[in-house]
């Protein structure tokens, strides 16, 4: 999720119950010539573990360096994007494109396998690049290739590449990779949104995890509230309190700030503030504030003005999925 799964969402988010976290889609070619900026962006640190570090690009060697970088900054786990719906690039397969084009997926997956030798590897896939049988075929082609190569585990997006976000996502396809795959992990993604949704793919695909990407955007309390579900179906469920929400807007922009600094932190975090918005009684008035956000001073001004006595939440909007996807775009999830 460009822009948005850096360490401070990913932080936010295992403080409530997030127990394994992804970086964002990160470019192989930047990740190799990269300067100190991308360093401070790419640092873990001992409370944002098991962490995977994403990573998208279109050549062996420089996958395979940049998956070289990463192992040594840290991550635990290094997963290969074939998943994501990005433009292609002077007829360069990345992302979902590698569906395309096996011959590279191959060849960068055993690129970075020869590079990082037994270190873990996972891979994310959607169900293929369009509806058609050759694009089922090339599919099975590449997660075989990665079972063969010891990949630890495929996280599918129950899209095609050609449907990015538009549509519902298909889980029947992930319960049938499940039954295929009986002994392999398989990570099932798309159309979680709500803690319930995710206990529902977990249920009725019996896919080993459930990836909550847009679903987690200004909402890091759907982790622990899908594992309260999972415990007892009949729980109630309430939408965090004001005070609650003013505690994770808080902790988001101080830790955005020690990676990113102050100026680009606010940038960054213009959006998400506009998405736990979503959670005020006074959505579209907080909504407006944040997105007038410039600095440090401005964020405090909108916690003092609209986080400060405690009430209820209230659950967003149920358009509230279709505004992620807008905002999201291209981006990767």
């Known amino acids: 999720m460009a822009g948005y799964s850096d360490r401070a969402m990913r932080v936010v988010a295992r403080r409530r119950g997030c127990p394994y976290a992804v970086t964002e889609a990160l470019l192989d070619v930047i990740l ?5 900026g991308l360093r401070n962006s790419i640092d873990v640190n001992d409370e944002d573990h098991p962490v995977a570090g994403q990573i998208i690009g279109s050549e062996p060697e420089t996958m395979a360096r940049a ?3 990463l192992a040594q900054a840290g991550y635990d786990v290094i997963d290969l994007n074939f998943a994501c719906p990005v433009k292609k690039i002077k007829n360069k397969a990345r992302g979902g494109h590698m569906l395309m084009d096996v011959v590279r997926a191959v060849g960068v997956m055993r690129a970075v ?3 990082l030798g037994d270190f873990p590897l996972t891979l994310s896939l959607r169900r293929g690049f369009d509806d058609s049988p050759e694009a089922e075929e090339r599919f099975f082609e590449i997660i075989e290739m990665g079972w063969s190569l010891g990949f630890a585990a495929a996280r599918v997006h129950a899209r095609t590449v050609e449907q990015k976000y538009l549509g519902s996502a298909h889980w029947p396809f992930l319960a049938a990779l499940k ?6 992990t398989i990570l099932g993604s798309g159309d979680v949104f709500t803690a319930a949704d995710a206990v529902r793919m977990y249920r009725e695909t019996a896919v080993d995890m459930v990836w909550i990407a847009r679903g987690a955007i200004g909402n890091p309390w759907i982790f622990e509230h899908a594992e309260r579900l999972l415990a007892n179906p009949n729980a109630e469920i309430l939408p965090p309190t004001i005070l609650a929400q003013r505690q994770a807007l808080a902790e988001h922009f101080q830790i955005a700030q020690q990676i990113h600094g102050e100026s680009l932190a606010a940038r960054r975090m213009r959006k998400m503030g506009i998405k736990y918005s979503r959670f005020h009684p006074l959505a579209q008035d907080v909504k407006r504030d944040f ?8 964020w405090q001004a909108v ?3 609209w986080y400060v006595g405690d009430g209820p939440g209230v659950w967003p909007a149920e358009n509230a999925a279709d505004e992620v996807n807008e905002t999201i775009g291209d981006a990767c999830g």
């Open 32 to 36: 190799c010539n990269g300067g100190q």
């Open 67 to 69: 998956a070289g970088i």
């Open 113 to 115: 396998r020869d590079r």
């Open 179 to 184: 039954r295929r795959y009986p002994q392999r």
């Open 291 to 298: 997105i007038r956000v410039h600095s440090l001073r401005d």
């Open 303 to 305: 916690l003092d003005r």
